[in-house]
């Protein structure tokens, strides 16, 4: 082998181990489809040509014409790379496929008159993602065993056997602390109830051993990479199926629009985060437990090309004739078993209205759209902050619910410290309407009175009087607020009630007898409160 020829090979072997390691911590699909594999084929091509160019030039300089032959073929080879992946991007764009970015999602939407929207003050949580991740620091504070080895990982909403919950990953504090502790893996994750706000830390029979925190083979993306080298990872989404085991839901996307557009879900796998066991599913073939399939942005960003693509792309831009777009934020909502992501809709130009809203079920993609106009949520928020301005509270992005009968939008009101205060329930239609309260009681009773005074209809909350003997009292502090929970014998519902609502409560104990006016929206094990007259 002559001298030459073991410095191109030498070269080539230099190259072939920087592709590697780009490769390795990259980890760029194979696909055509995939931006990161051509930026990738692009550096590869370009640590293949200095290689060439190296390899062709002697000690004694004598080849510098065949090292500009090679630098200049290798020049091309690149030049043609990129211009392709250009011209595919914008043959894949929205310039140029205008309608079927318009269609994406046109198939899953139906409308509905807003007397069937079936988001209440009972089924909706009021807690924020914000709100939840300082209530589980504060849970992952209080566990020494576990704070020093461990932090939080993304915290993810969910609806777990039918209430709504978020969930928190415990992930390594660092490579040190993963390797005094990747034999057990981490210990479980911290679940959050949104609705009475309590904590706890889910302690597992066997640790997690595949998460994002992860190092070399049981890194998630590595470990499916290894497995699925086309594949296009879109999330990487933490769940717990109904039994509370820990599962990693990763939807893989396909993309419908030329090699880079129009993304879609085309199927997801479902990792079980103890064994590292995949299974792989349709979209219509899931557990129903499954939640989170389709991102919140994927979601809002084919709604919005429906809503702005439909006659074509240029009156997207210029005459913006019938186009209509979500608002900035969402929020979600429970429904049944799946998880709901809820935004508003609002006419292009009209900064402070909105003409409608959507529900859309983040496991299937069906959305629903209701045709309610009147002020858009950042309006309804500003307004909310306005009563207690003096307070300096913030207003958390809204909820739009069905409250006595009208469209209201509810939101929490946190102070600097980004702990819920109080409650505001703005009027969608009328949005000078606004309540306030320390409680959701006392602001939905003052939410009533104000609808009753500007002459609104007003659907009554029903109750039904309930009377028993206590078997079972428990309280829970909630935001400077006292809570019970009171049980009846022969009765599985727990009925709540605050102390400042019902200063007695803190009279009665265990086989007393009791009697409530209970609301007969409440249904299932928690049930809202007051005490009989």
Request: glycine share 8%.
């Amino acid at each position: 082998m002559t001298r030459d020829m073991k410095k191109a090979l030498g070269m080539f072997v230099i190259t072939a181990i920087l592709g590697g390691i780009v490769y390795y911590f990259a980890l760029p699909s194979f696909s055509f489809e995939s931006v990161g594999f051509w930026i990738y084929l692009i550096i590869l091509l370009s640590l293949v040509e200095v290689s060439l160019v190296i390899a062709s030039v002697t000690k004694a300089n004598k080849n510098e014409h065949k090292a500009g032959v090679v630098a200049k073929a290798g020049g091309i080879a690149i030049a043609l790379f990129v211009l392709t992946f250009i011209i595919s991007s914008f043959a894949s764009s929205r310039l140029f496929n205008p309608s079927d970015y318009a269609n994406l999602i046109k198939e899953d939407i139906k409308e509905a008159d807003f007397s069937t929207y079936q988001g209440t003050l009972n089924n909706v949580p009021l807690l924020d993602k914000g709100s939840a991740v300082q209530i589980s620091n504060r849970k992952l504070g209080s566990l020494v065993d576990v704070v020093s080895q461990f932090e939080l990982g993304e915290n993810e909403q969910i609806t777990l056997n039918g209430k709504s919950v978020r969930i928190s990953p415990l992930y390594y504090g660092s490579f040190f602390k993963w390797n005094n502790n990747k034999n057990e893996g981490t210990p479980g994750y911290i679940k959050i109830d949104m609705m009475t706000q309590e904590a706890e830390l889910v302690r597992l029979e066997k640790g997690i051993k595949y998460s994002p925190s992860e190092f070399f083979g049981r890194d998630l993306k590595r470990y499916l990479r290894m497995k699925y080298p086309f594949a296009l990872f879109s999330s990487f989404n933490f769940e717990a199926d109904e039994d509370g085991a820990p599962f990693w839901i990763v939807p893989v996307e396909k993309h419908t629009i030329g090699l880079f557009g129009g993304v879609d879900v085309d199927y997801v796998l479902v990792v079980d985060a103890v064994t590292g066991d995949i299974e792989k599913y349709s979209v219509g073939e899931l557990p129903e437990w499954v939640d989170n399939v389709y991102n919140s942005d994927l979601i809002t960003s084919q709604y919005d090309d429906y809503g702005s693509l439909q006659n074509g792309y240029w009156n997207s831009v210029f005459g913006q004739k019938g186009v209509k777009v979500t608002t900035e934020g969402y929020n979600y909502i429970p429904q049944g078993n799946d998880n709901w992501i809820y935004t508003g809709v609002t006419s292009v130009g009209r900064d402070e209205s909105n003409i409608g809203f959507i529900l859309s079920n983040k496991r299937t993609k069906e959305t629903i759209y209701f045709p309610v106009s009147g002020a858009e949520e950042y309006s309804s928020m500003s307004s909310a902050e306005g009563v207690v301005q003096h307070l300096g509270y913030e207003a958390t992005f809204p909820l739009l619910l069905n409250v006595e009968g009208q469209p209201t939008y509810i939101m929490a009101l946190k102070d600097a410290g980004g702990l819920v205060k109080m409650y505001g329930m703005v009027n969608v239609e009328k949005y000078q309407i606004v309540a306030t309260g320390e409680t959701i009681q006392v602001t939905q009773q003052k939410y009533r009175e104000l609808l009753k005074n500007n002459r609104m209809t007003v659907t009554e909350t029903e109750t039904e009087h309930i009377s028993g003997v206590i078997e079972h009292i428990k309280t829970a502090a909630i935001d400077g607020t006292t809570y019970y929970y009171i049980k009846l014998v022969a009765d599985d519902a727990y009925y709540v009630l605050s102390v400042k609502d019902n200063q007695l409560i803190v009279l009665k104990e265990v086989g007393d007898g009791i009697a409530l006016d209970a609301d007969k929206k409440s249904t299932g094990k928690i049930r809202n409160a007051l005490l009989a007259e």
